[in-house]
């Protein structure tokens, strides 16, 4: 990034991600998607020792996504017997949207 004379802003655009889930990235608190991590291999020339792009191509999404935040630094605290699944429905062949209820001790 510095090389290049960018700054997180610009890099979180060329990634296609928030400036927050960027600095998650180099902190290493979280993980880049596998969309992600294709993107900076495409775009950047990055190599991942254990991913081969080519063996497991996918389809990107036709409609534009903002990008978002996943990282909940709430959910330490969430006990499997606070959380109830109201709705499962399938979107796409890899991903499942869940409607659910957390209760939170308060």
């Not at 969309?35 to 990107?60: C, M, P, T």
């Not at 991903?95 to 308060?106: C, D, E, M, P, S």
């Amino acid at each position: 990034m510095e090389d290049r004379g960018w700054n997180v802003e610009r890099a979180a655009k060329e990634l296609e991600v928030s400036r927050a889930s960027f600095y998650n990235y180099c902190n290493k608190n979280d993980l880049a998607s596998f969309e992600v991590l294709k993107r900076a291999h495409d775009r950047w020339g990055l190599n991942f020792k254990y991913i081969d792009f080519g063996a497991n191509s996918r389809q990107s999404s036709s409609i534009a996504e903002e990008p978002r935040q996943y990282v909940l630094p709430f959910i330490d605290s969430v006990r499997e017997r606070d959380v109830e699944i109201i709705k499962a429905k399938s979107v796409k062949p890899d991903t499942l949207q869940l409607t659910v209820n957390i209760k939170f001790a308060g």
